[in-house]
């Protein structure tokens, strides 16, 4: 009678890990996010967040349109653009999200909106929804790179003209355009600086500094 021989299945290869910065926490969801999920379908969706404030993802073609819903329907009014910022996550497939922060001053609601898209991507502006919007998107574009279609007057806001890069994003080097020099040279700021000065001095003294 032939030997019975045991057979193991393979174990699985281990997942990839997942590429890109993926959004934490749980949806959290009031009457205008499902209003606004509702009336924009296809162009919305819910979006995890940590704060539990209702925030909704809306795709560049339809953003001023829901932007202006939220402001003007009378069910929602958010008059109130208290915030508008862009962040970069140079891992994802769209590297830069422009992050609307609304609230309504009589409801005292708030909600968050966001627009995903492509590196060197243009963002329709809002400011014809909110004319506060003009120095906020000069500041993404200043900081952050984030050109707006049809803003009035796009230009640096908080660095010189002449400057190059924008400080903000993530590959943007810390030390600024000089940080090469700065941490060749071990009279400079060192690299890791404690907040004991005898230990700071033996720190540049050593070139422990130096890269």
Request: charged content about 35%; hydrophobic content about 35%.
């Amino acid at each position: 009678m032939a030997d019975e021989k045991e057979t193991t299945a393979a174990p699985a290869a281990p997942a990839p890990p997942k590429k890109g910065w993926e959004p934490t926490g749980e949806i959290a969801e009031s009457d205008a996010s499902k209003a606004l999920l509702e009336k924009f379908a296809g162009f919305a969706a819910p979006v995890k967040n940590l704060a539990k404030e209702p925030t909704v993802m809306v795709k560049k073609e339809k953003l001023v349109e829901a932007l202006e819903y939220l402001k003007s329907d009378p069910q929602h009014l958010f008059d109130y653009l208290s915030d508008m910022t862009a962040v970069h996550y140079p891992d994802n497939d769209k590297k830069i999200m422009t992050v609307y922060h609304l609230y309504s001053t009589s409801r005292k609601d708030s909600i968050r909106v966001k627009c995903e898209l492509d590196e060197g991507e243009a963002c329709p502006t809002c400011v014809g929804v909110w004319p506060a919007a003009n120095w906020m998107e000069r500041e993404a574009f200043d900081l952050m790179g984030v050109a707006f279609e049809g803003h009035p007057d796009l230009r640096r806001i908080l660095m010189p003209d002449e400057w190059e890069g924008h400080p903000l994003r993530k590959e943007y080097p810390l030390g600024g355009p000089q940080e090469e020099e700065i941490r060749s040279n071990k009279y400079g700021k060192p690299q890791l600086l404690p907040d004991d000065l005898e230990e700071a001095r033996k720190i540049i003294e050593e070139g422990r500094n130096e890269r």
